[in-house]
């Protein structure tokens, strides 16, 4: 075998090297990725309510609801008395409605853990305040 001879076989051997390995990326790896888990859509569980920024009517809280969407404890400073109210999630939309006096209203992420949204305060007086950059993250 002459010099030629030898470096023409080691330039096919090496393309035929390198197309070994394209084949093998190419098959071997799954053109589509694995699909996203589905949305959580039960309400159930702890969530906590943030206000960007904080403000009178609306400074942060913290719920948890049954499976149905009662609420079974909260921590809401400044509101006395005995806390009623309901969350529920439709269409990737949380809505969190406390005392008929306060409703939060969000989106949800893709996974259904994180919501933003707008906090709206009914005061007793009558008066409504909007807080625009409110978010509600699942905890349990």
């Known amino acids: 075998m002459n010099n030629g001879e030898h470096i023409n076989g080691r330039?096919?051997?090496?393309t035929g090297l390198v197309a070994a390995i394209l084949l093998t990326a190419y098959?071997?790896?799954s053109p589509?990725?694995?699909?996203?888990p589905p949305?959580?859509?039960?309400?159930?569980?702890?969530?906590?309510?943030?206000?960007?920024?904080p403000n009178n009517d609306c400074y942060g809280f913290?719920?948890?609801?049954?499976?149905?969407?009662?609420?079974?404890?909260?921590?809401?400073?400044?509101?006395e008395g005995v806390v009623q109210g309901t969350a529920s999630i439709?269409?990737?939309?949380?809505?969190?409605i406390v005392n008929?006096?306060?409703?939060?209203?969000?989106?949800?992420?893709a996974l259904g853990n994180i919501a933003k949204g707008t906090l709206t305060d009914h005061d007793l007086d009558g008066a409504?305040?909007?807080?625009?950059?409110?978010?509600?993250?699942?905890?349990t």
């Open 90 to 96: 439709a269409n990737g939309v949380l809505t969190i």
């Open 39 to 53: 949305q959580n859509t039960s309400v159930a569980g702890t969530w906590e309510v943030i206000c960007e920024p």
């Open 100 to 109: 008929e006096q306060i409703t939060f209203v969000g989106t949800l992420d």
């Open 128 to 139: 409504q305040s909007t807080t625009l950059d409110v978010t509600a993250t699942r905890q």
């Open 62 to 79: 913290t719920f948890t609801f049954s499976p149905n969407g009662d609420i079974i404890n909260s921590d809401l400073p400044g509101l």
């Open 27 to 29: 098959w071997g790896c």
């Open 11 to 14: 330039a096919r051997v090496a």
């Open 32 to 36: 589509d990725p694995a699909p996203p």
